[in-house]
DNA sequence: CAGCCTCCTGTAATCGATTACATCAGCGGC
DNA sequence: GCCGCTGATGTAATCGATTACAGGAGGCTG
């Protein structure tokens, strides 16, 4: 038993031909009952698992997808293709997973050689000519770019960055900082036009620190915050991680956090809400989103009809924790000069 | 251009047959030169690109890894999933992720099916006879089963346990209490020999609270603490996760970290020097545990040769922030009671 | 010039499954 | 008894690449 188990081997176990082993194994109703449970106990015999090369090849579909993020180390995506995986395994799909920033050549090279039947795509940067080259349903989760003219699915982030300076002014505060997310992502503009808005519906005058995502970037922009004069007393970052690294080095500083600035985050990560303080913030369903996009894919893909177009946004939540509180201004600024 | 460019394509746009354009594409210096240039123009005229399946059935392997953990939505495994795929797609090889405990049969049909060379395993929990009989190089990494008789790599756990506590006990605690993750785990055991060994050693008696890796059990372990009369100074927990857990909890209760009690955890996540306090812990390389156990796997492959045996242990690494500080327990007990 | 070797390229078998088409048994109706 | 139909199964072509083997051109040696 060295060698891998064919079709043949199991056809010759149950004294049938190849053909009807095949038929058992894919659509057992057409084949006869007595026949049906020789060729299965062949099967079990033998230890048979169907060679996945050989069925892609014939029938020309791989029954895999591939999910291509900008950064898998990024905490963010884990369950996301957690919900991915499990929808595919349930759908009888394998999953692959590639950093869709590998470069254009190995990235083309990934997606044209038939190993998927469609693709989960994370990533709003990449060039749009090569996407739109591609010739397998495509689903964008999360980030978007309207050149690919993609269907998609994220949640609503202008709303949610409203919902977030609302909350804020709400509680008294008039003076609010966007941390924004790096420049050229699409997430960072959306959520900072929101800001923006949400801020002239108010009647209040945006102030933007161009950050990043990262803790470092939070880290950075407390710093600048805590140069200005006459300090914001609320924070809105474009990121939970950008959150985190803002208020350790606001501690850092002396400054404490809802006292002295209160801070918004986004996403809700797995953590946010036992950071100390635990982290008022927007909360991203991750896994829904993973599962909801995996599953308009796979539909998609056993019932071979488009994708359709169009973006489906869910609406934001606001998590309140407890880095937000009522503005304090006035007492502070008595103390601060 | 509507059906997919086949190798017949570009052999007939080139003039030539199609074994040559297989030897151009895998062997370039074995066709003429003049010959090489005309198929590589063809190629990219044509747009060709490989089909995968035809390939890997020809040559009767898949060209991917597959890399099984037993909770993808577990943060801990980004890097090391990020590591493995960057080090894989270097060599041309394809990333299959599939969740461990997705059922036996399941487990065995995407193993078996044949949609990959070799397998980096996350799961030191399945069952052993059927691990044993798969027929593809396989790598465990982080946890490992003796019982599966494969090669492995990780960090010296129990050397990790020992490090803490002498670290500890260097700062004057004498009263420490592991919190240790779940009973069936192997990490667990390791490391909680390793604690009894080093407490043993330094003539301590040792104290565990038979926790888990979770954020929830690190919380439920500081109320057990807190009930604790003659309250331990120190604790070392299975896991960041636990420790935040249990460092958050302390907070809630009233209690503060380092001032009442030292807290040591397990993993350095990302997060873990940005928390308040930034954690004390041991370090774990993600990133190079997931690059070197996919850089053996894929020399292997690539070499033909077997995968070797034993494991290979990374010495343990312990990252000292703001989380311990020296024993204070003759202070602490006057104001106790 | 014969003989042989090297270098390059073409022909065709092959990987293991799927499936269109052919075949055959059994049955019912006229 | 003949025809046609249905349902079950076998035969063999097919998917698209790789590669063993064959063959031809050109050069070198004796």
């Known amino acids: 038993m060295s060698t891998r188990v064919r079709i043949a081997d199991v056809a010759a176990a149950a004294g049938v031909s190849t053909a009807t082993v095949s038929r058992t194994l894919s659509s057992p109703g057409i084949v006869g009952e007595e026949t049906r449970a020789r060729v299965m106990a062949a099967v079990a015999a033998t230890g048979y698992r169907i060679n996945a090369a050989a069925r892609d090849l014939r029938r020309q579909q791989p029954r895999a997808i591939l999910v291509l993020a900008p950064n898998l180390a990024n905490t963010f995506f884990n369950r996301i293709i957690a919900a991915i995986q499990d929808v595919a395994g349930q759908a009888g799909l394998a999953v692959q997973i590639s950093d869709s920033r590998a470069g254009t050549d190995m990235l083309e090279t990934i997606v044209q050689c038939g190993r998927a039947d469609g693709i989960v795509l994370l990533d709003g940067a990449l060039r749009p000519e090569m996407v739109r080259n591609w010739k397998l349903p495509v689903i964008q989760l999360c980030e978007w770019n309207d050149d690919y003219a993609l269907p998609g699915l994220q949640i609503d982030n202008a709303a949610a960055a409203r919902v977030a300076v609302n909350h804020l002014a709400d509680l008294g505060h ?4 966007h941390v924004a997310g790096p420049s050229e992502n699409v997430l960072s503009h959306a959520r900072r036009a929101g800001f923006e808005d949400a801020m002239a519906a108010r009647g209040l005058s945006p102030e933007i620190h161009q950050g990043g995502f990262t803790i470092e970037a939070g ?14 007393t609320a ?15 606001c501690y850092r500083l002396g400054f404490k956090v809802p006292r002295d600035v209160s801070v918004i985050g986004f996403d809700d990560v797995d953590f946010a809400g036992h950071f100390l303080p635990p982290l008022t913030t927007i909360h991203q369903p991750r896994a829904r989103l993973g599962r909801q996009a995996a599953e308009r894919l796979v539909s998609a893909l056993q019932s071979d009809t488009p994708l359709g177009a169009g973006y489906d946004q869910i609406p934001p939540h606001l998590v309140i924790r407890s880095s937000t509180s009522a503005c304090s201004a006035s007492k502070r600024r008595e103390t601060d000069r």
Chains 1, 2 share one sequence.
Request: with cysteine; net charge negative.
């Open 174 to 177: 008039t003076r609010i900082l």
């Open 219 to 232: 880290a950075a922009a407390a710093h600048a915050w805590a140069n200005i004069a006459d300090r914001p």
């Open 235 to 249: 924070v809105f970052t474009a990121s939970d991680e950008c959150a985190f690294g803002f208020i350790s080095e």
